[in-house]
Structures are given as structure tokens and as C-alpha cells.
């Protein structure tokens, strides 16, 4: 009896751990969730119609930590509502979440953070370079013939000292590329969600 109640309590405090990690995730998916790891943890912990607590926790460790565990559903529930109305907005707020449990997630966002920076930047020269054209463009800078740097001018300071590349196609190419990798990028991240998705679900299963 004490082992099927320790048992009891190692689930139970499992089973909190995740609900507590299930933040933004509507009540009654949330608690779907956790009804259906009991189902799971039950179903492979329970010996002769009990719950043992060697067998609990051999199941758990299978899941895996709790605070991951809640991650992936979150991620799950960000991915639908992403793709119903590509909001970049979700996707990151998924990447964090990530980031804060893996090292992949850091990288998912680091590299998400420099592609919307970049995309910004795009936007702001095309938009910026009809009141500073001679500080707004692409430039070249001189130098080391053998290093080809390219530097973006945003309109502020003097202008970086080294040939302008593109002149006022700045402004059609920057709107472009700066769409482009807004896209991109925000494609990037709800793919690496997806990915993380199958993967804890393969885990779990």
C-alpha cells in the first residue's frame, strides 16, 4: 500500500510539474494533456492492477523532464495557432520557450533574431534612403582588395568609406530582401518547432 502511495505522489507531483509549464495553453486542452500522460503513465507502470513505484518511475524517466515535456505541448498548441495565421509573433514566443530548455532552442533563436534584424535593416535603408541618400546604401568597403566586406547604411553618421553598390535600387531591392527574409525566417522558425515537436512526440510515444 505505501508503495503504490508513493507511487501516487510521484505521479501526481510529475503530472503538476507539466500543467504548471503548460502556460498558454488553453484550460481544457491543458488538462486533456495531463489526462492523457496519466493514462500513459498508468498504462505502463501499473503491474497485477497497481501502481508500483519502481515502474512509475521508470515511466517518467522514459517522458522525460516535466518542464521539457510541458514545452513540447506548448510548442504543439504555437504551431497550430501559427500556421492558421502566420504569425511571426508566435513563432518566437515559441522559440523563447524553447531556448529556455535547450541549446538548440538558443540556437534557433539566435539565428531567428539575427534574420528579423537583418530584414529590418533591409526596410528601414529602402525606406531611409530618400531623406539621406549620400549616408543610406550597400557599401563596399576600401581595403584589402582580398576582403570583400559589405557594410548597410542606415542614414546615420558619415557615410562608411568605401563605394556604394547600389544607389537608389537600394530601395526596391531593400523592400525585397527585407520581406524576403522576414519570411524566411519566420519559415525557419515554425519548421524548427515542428522538428522539436516530432521529435519529444517520437520520445514520448
Not at 10 to 23: C, N, S
Not at 69 to 98: D, Q
Not at 185 to 202: D, E, I, P
Amino acid at each position: 500500500m505505501a508503495n503504490a502511495d508513493a507511487a501516487q505522489r510521484k505521479m501526481h507531483d510529475y503530472l503538476q510539474a507539466v500543467r504548471a509549464g503548460l502556460r498558454g495553453v488553453p484550460d481544457a486542452q491543458a488538462s486533456e494533456v495531463v489526462e492523457e500522460l496519466r493514462s500513459h503513465i498508468r498504462d505502463r507502470s501499473e503491474m497485477n492492477g497497481e501502481l508500483t513505484d519502481a515502474a512509475v518511475a521508470t515511466a517518467l524517466e522514459r517522458l522525460g523532464r516535466p518542464e521539457e515535456l510541458a514545452a513540447m505541448y506548448v510548442a504543439e498548441n504555437i504551431v497550430t495557432r501559427a500556421e492558421k495565421s502566420f504569425s511571426p509573433w508566435l513563432v518566437l514566443k515559441g522559440i523563447v520557450r524553447w531556448a529556455g530548455i535547450s541549446s538548440a532552442g538558443v540556437f534557433v533563436f539566435l539565428g531567428s533574431i539575427v534574420g528579423y534584424a537583418l530584414a529590418v535593416a533591409f526596410g528601414i535603408s529602402a525606406l531611409m534612403k530618400p531623406f539621406a541618400p549620400s549616408r543610406v546604401g550597400l557599401w563596399h568597403l576600401n581595403g584589402d582588395p582580398d576582403n570583400f566586406s559589405l557594410v548597410l547604411g542606415l542614414g546615420s553618421g558619415s557615410p562608411p568609406p568605401g563605394t556604394e553598390l547600389l544607389g537608389w535600387w537600394i530601395m526596391p531591392l531593400g523592400l525585397l530582401i527585407g520581406i524576403g527574409l522576414f519570411l524566411l525566417t519566420a519559415r525557419f522558425g515554425l519548421w524548427s518547432l515542428r522538428k522539436f515537436q516530432r521529435m519529444r512526440s517520437t520520445q514520448l510515444h
